[in-house]
């Protein structure tokens, strides 16, 4: 699933929110925003962290060069920009910068990753700014890591010690994984030469994302493809590099139909929570998982539902309530016409929020569309009977039935090979599938491109 940024171009400001307030200004903070960077060219893709003293650090992806580099700038906590006019230079190198990200040095300064293609393909780098906005590590940043392939989208957490741990999609075996590396608060990396794989499991394995373990280690969790369909999987790593959970991760949920989008806070007890978008009931919900220290899940197998109202529930964040739950927020489409907004917490136990989702019959578009050689298709049954599922050609003749025969209510997925009943192999072109239960028939179209 494609989650594009939006960029904000030219100018970057930054907010302050205290509580609900009238028009008016807070110290030296302005109404609409204070400008950390005016320079010429675009500056995009802000993130932030606290730098401990009321106050934040911002970096940005930064057009002024010609290229994209990454810049930063601390502002104090009355509005009033810190370091250089427009920004400290984190890394100018050739090429270009993309998905940089943050975490705080614990001492007022701040550690940043991104992954650029100064080398021709993509590699991991990170630089750490002080607090009084003086890079501490080589110019241009210190490579986590270039492997053969790509190593893209870095996300970073604290180790607690003034460095920082990163994770990151890698393509070294031909195929995305999952690895991960320290770099201390010297701009040493301290594991293994290219990081250490997290999960190099069948499939890919993509989009990670990281919080702390509060010991020098991490959490990781990931989009995960080894059956053939999106799960959620997760891997605990300590300070010297050492995974400390199965082979290849836990899963969190690997309920039918595709979960995705996997978003991690601490649960401030050696473990975290995860939460995640998840299509099991035929349209896209809001689902948590809570992992312990020691990899074992806490809540309902296949996680808790937050939300299963109407319409579409996505592209959730998460934070921690600091009382060992969290507060998750999510793009919600229940009213039809427009998005909102929603959040919901999670309290340890989260006994207000383990009703179960009420299932309705329908059939999913299949995954993925085109596809070769595999796909899925997803269907939910709201009553039991009779069911079928069946793939046909443009003429209308069955080629393959998947499903005949009774099911209860609940949600099924299929796996398609593009065979036909006879054991023949079918070539590319348009088929359709079709579920058919009591008098109701639903049908899509999909690709099968060889």
């Not at 943050?102 to 293609?117: F, P, Q, Y």
Request: negative net charge.
């Amino acid at each position: 699933m494609e989650r594009p940024a939006r960029a904000l171009v030219g100018v970057l400001f930054v907010f302050v929110v205290v509580g609900v307030f009238p028009a008016r200004s807070f110290g030296l903070w302005v109404d609409n925003g204070n400008a950390l960077c005016t320079v010429a060219g675009d500056q995009s893709s802000p993130q932030i962290t606290s730098d401990g003293s009321g106050g934040a650090i911002v970096t940005w992806i930064d057009g002024r060069i010609g290229n994209n580099g990454i810049y930063a700038q601390r502002v104090d906590a009355s509005g009033v920009v810190q370091w250089t006019a427009n920004g400290v230079a984190l890394c100018t190198a050739t090429g270009n910068r993309w998905v940089v990200t943050i975490t705080s040095d614990g001492s007022g300064g701040a550690i940043v990753t991104w992954h650029d293609n100064r080398s021709g393909s993509y590699d991991v780098y990170a630089q750490r700014v002080s607090a009084s906005g003086v890079v501490q590590w080589a110019a241009d940043g210190v490579v986590l890591c270039t492997a053969t392939g790509d190593q893209e989208y870095p996300a970073i957490a604290s180790d607690g010690a003034g460095g920082a741990i990163v994770t990151w999609d890698d393509w070294r075996s031909g195929s995305y994984d999952v690895y991960a590396q320290r770099v201390n608060a010297s701009g040493v990396v301290q594991w293994a030469a290219g990081g250490v794989p997290l999960c190099t499991a069948t499939g890919s394995q993509s989009s990670p994302k990281i919080a702390s373990d509060g010991s020098g280690g991490a959490i990781v969790t990931w989009d995960d493809w080894r059956s053939w369909s999106y799960d959620i999987y997760a891997q605990r790593v300590n300070a010297s590099g050492v995974v400390q959970w199965v082979a290849d991760g836990v899963a969190l949920c690997a309920a039918t139909g595709d979960q995705e989008w996997p978003m991690i806070t601490s649960d401030g007890a050696g473990g975290a929570i995860v939460t995640w978008d998840d299509d099991r009931s035929g349209s896209y919900d809001v689902y948590t998982q809570r992992v312990n220290a020691s990899g074992v899940v806490q809540w309902a197998a296949d996680g808790v539902v937050l939300c299963a109202a109407t319409g579409t529930q996505q592209y959730p964040a998460i934070t921690s309530d600091g009382a060992g739950g969290a507060i998750v927020t999510w793009e919600d489409w229940r009213s039809g016409s427009n998005s909102d907004v929603y959040a919901q917490r999670v309290p340890t136990g989260v006994a207000d929020v383990s009703a179960a989702p009420t299932i309705s019959t329908s059939l999913a578009q299949n995954i993925p569309n085109p596809f070769n050689p595999v796909t899925s298709i997803t269907f939910s049954v709201a009553v039991p009977g009779e069911v079928s599922l069946r793939i046909y050609d443009v003429a209308g003749r069955v080629l393959r039935t998947l499903v005949e025969g009774w099911r209860e209510p609940g949600v099924y997925k299929e796996i398609w090979d593009g065979g036909a009943d006879d054991g023949s192999v079918l070539p590319s072109g348009v088929y359709f599938y079709s579920l058919k239960t009591g008098e109701l028939v639903v049908t899509h179209k999909m690709v099968l491109l060889k």
